[in-house]
């Protein structure tokens, strides 16, 4: 089995970094410009060579790496941003060029990016025919896809688009696409055994945990900003980067948030913006596993 070396853009807390190491890859490399995120890392992956602003890095300062993966800032795509959404005009998920403007000299043979469904109708969008252009160009075959967290043994409704990119081939697809039928699943989409891609010979169980959001709290289900409130139904809304989660009950396996209110607010506040933003490092593991099977295939 060859070992697949990795860079990491946006890497906040390392959820693709997690779960494509949990899929047999090494991290070589990582970019993340927020201090609290950043310490996270350095605990979690000390030997990695790691750097701040993307916008400060140079092409030659990158290692040589099989895949580049990075999960773009999504707030001026995000439907959230009613209004204000500026697209890839925007600062923070403009950044996307400068992802771009590193991979133009090294083009790796994969890349994996993830942002929010809004990305898809930005602008119409305008915004993601630009992002598949610039890709194009460099000679990626694209594929992309929405996937939910909460089908890969998370207890939250988590959705997000992947965008999976191979040089000079749709082999992309074979990562995030069966040959096959889908198969339907119950309402919840947490029955034991669903899986998403046989021959990855993944398996997920049910969730343990679940969390009631503040404005949920003795109210109805429906109470709160876009519907934020309890659920009964085993899964938990995004936690979203204001950090509006209050209380995590049916706990056998800790959360690692919070289990009640009490905690340092600045603290909660930094952790649970920074799980708000993270990639599903289930998520990232299956993609992983699909790209390391493909690559053990073709060597």
């Known amino acids: 089995m060859r070992l697949i070396g990795f860079n990491s853009f946006f890497a906040g807390i390392g959820g693709f970094d997690a779960g494509f190491e949990e899929a047999g890859m090494q991290c070589r490399f990582q970019s993340e410009l927020n201090p609290f995120r950043q310490e996270v890392l350095k605990k979690n992956f000390p030997n990695i060579t790691r750097r701040g602003d993307i916008k400060e890095i140079m092409p030659d300062d990158l290692p040589k790496s099989e895949l580049w993966c990075g999960g773009f800032p999504c707030q001026d795509l995000s439907l959230a941003n009613q209004g204000k959404r500026k697209g890839l005009d925007g600062d923070r998920s403009g950044l996307f060029f400068e992802f771009h403007r590193l991979l133009e000299p090294h083009r790796p043979k994969w890349i994996v990016l993830e942002n929010v469904p809004g990305l898809l109708n930005s602008h119409q969008g305008a915004d993601f025919r630009i992002l598949l252009e610039k890709l194009d160009e460099l000679g990626y075959g694209i594929s992309w896809r929405v996937l939910d967290a909460k089908y890969f043994g998370t207890p939250q409704r988590r959705r997000r688009v992947f965008v999976v ?12 696409f069966e040959p096959g039928g889908v198969n339907f699943v119950n309402k919840s989409g947490m029955g034991k055994g669903q899986r998403f891609g046989s021959f990855a010979g993944e398996e997920f169980s049910s969730p343990t945990t679940f ?55 600045e603290l909660d506040s930094n952790r649970l913006r920074a799980v708000g933003d993270a990639v599903c490092s289930k998520v990232a593991s299956w993609i992983g596993k699909r790209i390391v099977h493909i690559e053990n295939q073709s060597s």
């Not at 990119?165 to 995030?176: C, D, I, K, P, T």
């Not at 659920?231 to 938990?236: A, F, L, S, Y």
């Not at 209050?246 to 919070?258: E, I, P, Q």
């Open 165 to 176: 990119g191979s040089l000079g081939n749709l082999e992309s697809a074979r990562v995030l």
């Open 211 to 265: 969390s009631i959001q503040h404005a949920g709290i003795n109210r109805k289900p429906s109470a709160g900003p876009q519907a934020k409130g309890y659920r009964n139904d085993g899964e938990t809304y995004t936690l979203d980067s204001r950090g509006s989660s209050d209380a995590v009950c049916k706990t056998n396996d800790g959360f690692r948030v919070r289990s009640s209110t009490g905690f340092s607010k």
